[in-house]
């Protein structure tokens, strides 16, 4: 059992930063694909990023990549998502998430296991 608590998110104008944070509980964090995903009103879940366990393989949405930064801190039992260059679509729910997943499933929401609350980010045009 994994449980998740994000922290993080608020209101920030276009084309600033926010760093999202998510706490695992757990001494098996270390074994788990990390992931971010959001969600707008209207709109289905949507992959951000994920990273693997070893921490070297990243994957990012198209829509983020140059943008957004993941990372992990297995000391710390958490892992982060850097937001840059922020814009009005980013708006959304942001949800940490966790799974033993294979590279080919890693943007497919349904393969996550344990999921957090979320937390709201707001980009103010």
């Known amino acids: 059992q994994v449980q998740l608590v994000e922290s993080g998110g608020g209101l920030v104008q276009a084309g600033g930063s926010l760093r999202l944070s998510c706490a695992a509980s757990?001494?098996?964090?270390?074994?788990?694909?990390m992931g971010w995903f959001r969600q707008s009103p209207g709109k289905e879940r949507e992959f951000v990023a994920a990273i693997r366990v070893t921490g070297t393989n990243i994957y990012y949405a198209n829509s983020v990549k140059g943008r957004f930064t993941i990372s992990r801190d297995s000391a710390k039992n958490t892992v982060y998502l850097q937001m840059n260059s922020l814009k009005p679509e980013d708006t959304a729910v942001y949800y940490c998430?966790?799974?033993?997943?294979?590279?080919?499933?890693?943007?497919?929401?349904?393969?996550?296991?344990?999921w957090g609350q979320g937390t709201q980010v707001t980009v103010s045009s």
């Open positions: 998430t966790a799974a033993r997943v294979t590279p080919i499933a890693i943007m497919n929401s349904g393969r996550y296991d344990y």
């Open positions: 757990g001494r098996t964090f270390s074994t788990y694909t």
